[in-house]
Structures are given as C-alpha cells and as structure tokens.
C-alpha cells in the first residue's frame, strides 16, 4: 500500500518502509516496527539505547497528523463529487507539507459545509 501511495504521489513505486536502520543490525525499518507491537525482544533492547535514536516522536506524529489531514481532503473532496485525479492534483505538491496540507483539509471541510452536503439529510437518502 505504502508503494502504491507513494506512486500516486508521483514519487515512485517505492516504500521507505523497507529501508534498513544501522543501528540495529541494518534489520529493515518494518520489521523494528513489528517488533515493536509484538513485544519481541528487539523492543525490550530498544529502550537501552533509547526509541529517540530510531524514531523522532516529534516527526511521527507530524506525519500522522499530516495523513490525517491528507485523509480529510480526499474524502471532503470525494463527498463533493470531484473527480480523483483532480484531488490528487491538490495533494501531490503538498503531500510532505503539514501547514499546506492541513490548509486544504481546512478549505475542503469548508467547501464541503458550505454545499451542504454534509448533513444527516444529505446521507439518508443513500
């Protein structure tokens, strides 16, 4: 998913979801992750040399407000009947920009409150 994401967005169909962490062993940046929900020992290891060395907290939750934000316009837009390659037009630019991308998310709500089509009327009759 994350390589198809990343092609719509133009930068290719790449995942950095495999890119390898040298801290630990070049062990590929997923499974460090998996590990992490599976309480392996890899995770019980990562807090010696502290998570701040492989995770930037800060930026983590950047980006996951940022996707939000990314899934807030797409389905603000959807709602408003645009076409997909027009929304994909908006994101590309600013897909790695939170302010900008969090705008848009911001203006499509807008949109979406503004053409009323938002409301528990407007969805009974699907």
């Not at 392996?40 to 995770?55: A, D, E, T, Y």
């Not at 807030?72 to 929304?87: K, P, T, W």
């Amino acid at each position: 998913m994350d390589k198809m994401i990343n092609d719509a967005l133009g930068n290719g169909h790449i995942s950095h979801l495999a890119d390898k962490i040298p801290l630990i062993n070049n062990e590929p940046f997923i499974n460090a992750l998996h590990a992490l929900t599976h309480g392996n020992p890899i995770s019980v290891r990562m807090f010696g040399f502290g998570l701040n060395k492989i995770f930037q907290t800060n930026m983590l939750l950047l980006r996951a407000e940022l996707e939000l934000n990314w899934f807030r316009v797409l389905l603000y837009r959807r709602v408003l009947g645009e076409d997909l390659c027009d929304i994909w037009s908006i994101l590309k630019p600013i897909n790695n920009q939170p302010e900008a991308m969090r705008s848009a998310a911001v203006k499509a709500a807008e949109d979406v409150k503004i053409a009323n089509v938002a409301t528990p009327e407007a969805f009974q009759s699907v």
